[in-house]
């Protein structure tokens, strides 16, 4: 990895759009380590997970800034945004990719659906040492500072090491202020789902809609390596995420199987 | 597992839509394994992944069918079809979830990207035994015959055998006639990426805007354990697929990782 700020290229990205607050913090935190780009959403994307856009074109606007900062807005979502910036705007492979700081959490199985990690797990996919960060506060108005110093302390030390290829990191923090968070926590992704009721609601023409609601259940709550522990416990988290979904204990469990 | 074809409840979904033909050939399958409920989208959803819809709510629309099978069109994703089915169709969680049969091949790292891939994933994350088939032909006219044949195999085993929980099977027929697919072969997910080149047009008010093309890299041709070699050789494969995307090796190498 490189080792010197003046030659580091650093792709940023989020789901929450190229105007989130979020996404602000983060870029605060990726100036002090190298050259920042930011290719980011048009529109909020959360939920998009690894989608890519294939119905219709993209569209790619610059949005000027006065801190040396290059950005672009991408009317596609956060996968597509790492995609066009690789083969379109970055003149090499960025040599790390942050993604987020997300407006609320992406702990547990949250990640299969969140547009933030998917993105770091694209820059995975592109052997691009890359990491996603959340933070557990959904409002618009969250407070990222100490956000900001948990995304530099990683950052710092995530930089002088090297993952496996293939392989990038979720980070999760706590909705607290920084005195408060009790240290920085790798953990595993805990076993749990949402469990989803639709909202079902009639329109003014009489017909019925169905509004997404779920609420998140832990199925291991008393697991103290795991990510959502952590997180209940006043930990920032960080899980190690592969890109071969191969269950390897499952191909051995398979052998028996006669066609 | 349910053991009797009378007792079990099969939930069916594709990514093309309710309407393509690879999802019919998927319901010819499973209306002899048990009862079957379709819930799929109004319109095509490749490249969705495992994207949920928050931002609009869903429609969810019968289709009267006359061969006892109960069909729905949803306005969403193939995920937000899973769990609309489980919410609000279905009177208890189905004994098997099958997704397909694809209109192309969802083999390597396609499975992040593929909607048809993630719907058996959103099974998996429910503990319902869960399967993704893929033919090897994007074409709308692409002949099931020999898919039909080897889902059949495929079922009639995996109904006998249990996986481990929150795992489910990706399977991938290659474009060929029943008596030249060499067999069914139990794989690993192949290590390779998409390559993404973007082809930059000028609209007539004089905009660009880029569609999204790639190609195929497989980084790992010769290894004969991976999905893309038993593919290119004829077999139809099939990859056992995990929803914990932890990597542990990781957890180890970052023990030493101080903050």
């Known amino acids: ?29 990726m100036k002090d380590f190298g050259k920042v780009v930011v290719v980011a959403p048009i529109e909020a994307q959360s939920g998009m997970s690894h989608a890519i856009t294939i119905k219709v074109p993209l569209r790619l606007i610059e949005v000027k ?39 609320g959490i992406n702990s547990s199985v949250s990640v299969f659906y969140s547009g933030t990690i998917a993105a770091a797990m694209e820059g995975a996919l592109n052997d691009i040492p890359a990491m996603g960060f959340s ?24 930089l002088k090491k090297d993952l496996f290829p293939g392989k990038c990191i979720n980070i999760n923090i706590p909705r607290k202020p920084l005195n408060e968070i009790k240290g920085i926590k790798v953990c595993r992704q805990a076993h749990g789902m949402w ?40 930990y920032a988290t960080i899980v190690p995420m592969q890109t071969d979904l191969t269950c390897y204990e499952s191909i ?8």
Not at 75 to 97: H, Q
Request: some cysteine; overall charge neutral.
């Open 1 to 29: 990895m490189k080792t010197k700020k003046s030659d580091r290229l650093i792709l940023v990205t989020n789901d929450d759009g190229y105007d989130a607050p979020g996404i602000e913090a983060l870029i605060t935190v």
């Open 65 to 103: 800034r006065n801190d040396g900062v290059k950005m672009y807005k991408c009317s596609g979502t956060p996968v597509d945004c790492v995609k066009i910036a690789i083969d379109k705007l970055l003149n090499r492979k960025p040599d790390l990719l942050a993604s987020g700081i997300n407006h």
């Open 135 to 158: 933070l557990n506060n959904l409002k618009p108005d969250a407070d990222f500072t100490a956000s900001i110093e948990i995304a530099r302390k990683i950052t710092a030390v995530f």
């Open 195 to 234: 469990i989803e009721t639709f909202d079902k609601r009639t329109d003014p023409n009489y017909r019925d809609y169905y509004w997404l609601t779920g609420s998140f259940m832990n199925y291991e709550k008393e697991a103290k390596d795991t990510d959502e522990w952590a997180l209940r416990n006043g």
């Open 252 to 259: 051995q469990k398979m052998k028996d199987w006669k066609f």
